[in-house]
């Protein structure tokens, strides 16, 4: 990869994206012989610091890791120094001086991975910052795309709802428009971020946004923004923007539906929607720890190509 820290699409090119998307091809048919020890991180550290909730990103990260065969390590943010005032930076210096070699980073601050990054000698990748990025969980996502429907060039990818809030719906915006796909987006209107078009997205309603759609991406509704009165209620949201089956007939025949997790029933989407056999989510979680294998295999190993 040629890079110390992986802080988000914005930075990559398309023959990165690619590159990587190759590598965790390399290593899904790894695990799928049922290896879980290879030693490409042999004598390597990893450590997950994560100041935001988390199971699927934590969890494959730290899988991805021990499979590789680094030491992981785990910072319970609620029972560290950071609950002392240590600062970020403080914090990031005392894991270099444990001799880290990446930092695992999810934080509510945009740009903490990147304040981060300047400040320690240790691989600095970014598992989430406000409302900024989540390169990982692009990468799974265009990975589960490019597995199931082949080149993701020429794709019409829909996503629908809190684009506002979502940094899963800016890295993927980011990274499949660099890959040639035609994204969509669709969602009440104060949960559009009035540049998002500059991105590479088209804003458009629900029905166009979904009318032949390859992949049709569901979004958090994050409830925890609930109460600033973005949305009436979540009931009004999943009868207006919910995935329903009727909906997902104007899609393309054997569409994919994805969600980034975790869901809320009724609300993004039925469960009928997230259960049915286009649906892809667990699929999408299983894909995650052969890409940040992928990740964290290339950024420890200078550049060089696998
Ligand atoms: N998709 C995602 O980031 O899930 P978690 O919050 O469980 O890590």
Known sequence: MGRKDL??????????????????REMKKILAQGVKRVPH?????????????????RMSFELAGKFLSASVSNVVVRNSSVQKGESLIDTGK???????????????????????AKNVKASVLNAGDGMNEHPTQALLDMFTMREKLGEIKGLKVA???????????????????????????????????YDIEKMGAKVCPLDKAV??????????????????GLIPSRKEYGRFYGLTDERMTKAAKNALVMHPGPLNRGVELTSEVADCGQSVIN????????????????????GRKI
């Open 211 to 228: 009318e032949g759609a390859n992949v049709v991406m569901g979004l958090r509704m994050q409830l925890e923004r609930q109460q600033s």
């Open 41 to 57: 991180l042999q004598n390597k550290s990893m450590v997950t610091l994560f100041y935001e909730n988390s199971t699927r990103t």
């Open 283 to 302: 699929e999408q979680v299983t894909n995650g720890v052969a890409v940040r294998m992928a990740v964290l295999f290339l950024l420890t190993r200078g």
């Open 159 to 193: 996503i629908v709802g809190d684009i506002k809030h979502s940094r899963v719906a800016r890295s993927n915006i980011i990274g499949l428009s660099k890959l040639g796909a035609d994204v969509y987006i669709s969602a009440p209107g104060t949960l559009i971020p």
């Open 94 to 116: 005392t894991l270099d001086a444990l001799m880290t070699d990446v930092i695992v980073i999810r934080h509510n601050c945009s740009g903490a991975p990147h304040l981060l």
């Open 7 to 24: 802080l988000g699409l914005k930075e990559l090119d398309a023959s990165e994206l690619i590159n990587i998307l190759d590598v965790a």
